[in-house]
C-alpha cells in the first residue's frame, strides 16, 4: 500500500526525506545501535579458550610487556614502573559509581574499581591521589572475583568498571575468569588511559565488552612533558583501532544502558585545542565516523600543576619553561579550561563527521 502511494506520488519527495533523515542522524540508541539482548563476551568463551588465557596471563607477568614501557621485567621477582608486582593488585575504592557517563552508570550506578598506580605520569594527574602512589589494600584476582559479584548481586551494577586497569591486565584476566565462573554476567568496562600494548589487547579479548579510553594528547613534545611518555599518541592510535576492532561502535540495550562498544574521551586542556582537534580527526578517518565520543570540560589544575618551582627552575622540574616564566610549574595549564577551548574542540569533531556525543539531556529525564 505505502509503495502505491510511493509510486503514485513520485520518488522525488520520499528520498529528499530519506537523504534529509541521513543526514540528520541524532539518536544513539536506535539501530543499528540498538541490541534486543545482550550476552557478555566472557561468558561465551570455551573452556578451552579461557584455560589458554589464563596460561597467556601468567606468562605476562614472568616476562611484562602489558604497557609500551615493555620493562620486561618478571614482576613475581621485582616491579617495573608501576610498582605492582604479580601475586595481588593494590585497589583503591571498590563502589557503585555515579560520576561515569549517563549510558555507562544507568539508575544503579557502574560497579567501579579503582586500582592504585599507573604506568603514566601525567603531571596534571585529575585522580593523583590514587594514580600516583601505591594506596589501598591488596587483592588478589580471587579476591577480585569475589568483589565483582558483591557488585553485582549486591549493589545492583549495570557493570564492572575496571579503572587504571593497564598495568594489572593478567590479574584482570584472572578475575574476570574466576568471576565467570561464580556467575558474573553483567559487561566489563574496561576504563584506560589508552597507554595499552596490543599484547595486552589480546589478552583482553574476549573478556571486555565495553573499552573506555581516554585519549589525552596527541604531539609527542607535549605526551612527553606531560605524561612522561615520548610514544603516548602513538601507542593510544594503536591500541583504539584495536579496540573498535574488537567490540565496535558502542550499542545499547533499549533501557539505554551500553553494553558493548567503544566510548572515547578526551579531556579538553587549556591552550591545547588543536590537539583535541587532531584527535577528533583520527577517530572519524581511522576508526569510524559512528565512534561514542565524551568531550570533557572538568579539566582543573592538579598533581605536579601550579606547584612552586625546586631550585633550578623549570630546567630542574622539566616542565618547558624557560628562565623569567611563572614561580609555579606548569604555568601554561594552571587555570580551569574555557568554554571556547571546549567549543573549538566540539566544533572540529562535528566538522570531521562524528555525531555521537555524550551530552547532557534536553528534558527531565534519563541521558541516553
Not at 132 to 154: C, N
Not at 200 to 216: A, C, M, Q, R, T
Request: hydrophobic share 35%; glycine share 8%.
Amino acid at each position: 500500500m505505502l509503495s502505491s502511494r510511493i509510486r503514485a506520488r513520485g520518488l522525488g519527495p520520499f528520498r529528499t526525506l530519506q537523504n534529509r533523515i541521513q543526514s540528520r542522524r541524532s539518536l544513539h540508541l536506535a539501530p543499528p545501535f540498538l541490541l534486543d539482548d545482550y550476552t557478555p563476551r566472557y561468558q561465551l568463551l570455551s573452556s578451552a579458550d579461557a584455560a589458554k588465557k589464563r596460561s597467556q596471563a601468567y606468562a605476562h607477568l614472568r616476562n611484562c610487556n602489558l604497557c609500551p614501557r615493555e620493562c620486561g621485567v618478571n614482576r613475581y621477582e621485582t616491579t617495573g614502573m608501576c610498582l605492582i608486582g604479580a601475586e595481588t593488585v593494590s585497589v583503591n575504592v571498590i563502589a557503585p559509581h555515579f560520576g561515569e557517563e549517563p549510558c555507562i552508570q544507568g539508575h544503579r550506578g557502574s560497579g567501579s574499581v579503582f586500582f592504585s598506580g599507573c604506568n603514566l605520569r601525567c603531571t596534571f594527574c585529575q585522580n593523583h591521589d590514587i594514580a600516583h602512589r601505591r594506596a589501598g589494600f591488596d587483592l588478589t584476582p580471587q579476591d577480585l572475583a569475589g568483589w565483582y559479584l558483591k557488585l553485582q548481586d549486591v549493589g545492583g551494577a549495570h557493570n564492572i568498571n575496571l579503572v587504571t586497569p593497564e598495568h594489572v591486565v593478567p590479574q584482570v584476566a584472572l578475575s574476570i575468569l574466576d568471576a565467570r565462573d561464580l556467575g558474573l554476567c553483567v559487561p566489563v568496562v574496561y576504563n584506560t588511559s589508552a597507554f595499552d600494548s596490543l599484547a595486552s589487547l589480546e589478552l583482553l579479548d574476549g573478556l571486555v565488552d565495553v573499552y573506555l579510553p581516554d585519549f589525552k594528547v596527541w604531539s609527542p613534545a607535549t605526551s612527553r612533558r606531560l605524561l612522561k611518555a615520548d610514544d603516548y599518541a602513538a601507542a593510544a592510535t594503536e591500541s583504539i583501532r584495536a579496540m573498535h576492532a574488537q567490540v565496535g561502535d558502542l550499542c545499547f540495550t533499549a533501557d539505554g544502558i551500553a553494553k558493548k562498544g567503544l566510548l572515547v574521551r578526551h579531556l579538553v586542556m587549556p591552550g591545547k585545542e588543536a590537539e583535541g582537534e587532531r584527535i577528533m580527526r583520527f577517530l572519524a578517518e581511522e576508526v569510524s565516523r559512528d565512534t561514542f565520543v565524551n568531550i570533557m570540560e572538568q579539566y582543573r589544575p592538579d598533581a605536579h600543576v601550579g606547584k612552586p618551582k625546586r631550585r633550578g627552575g623549570a630546567k630542574h622540574d622539566g616542565d618547558g619553561e624557560g628562565e623569567g616564566s611563572e614561580d609555579v610549574r606548569y604555568a601554561d595549564i594552571n587555570r580551569p579550561v574555557t568554554r571556547e577551548e571546549v567549543s573549538v574542540v566540539r566544533k572540529a569533531a562535528e566538522a570531521v563527521g562524528l555525531w555521537r556525543f555524550c551530552d547532557p539531556p534536553k528534558h527531565d529525564g534519563f541521558a541516553i
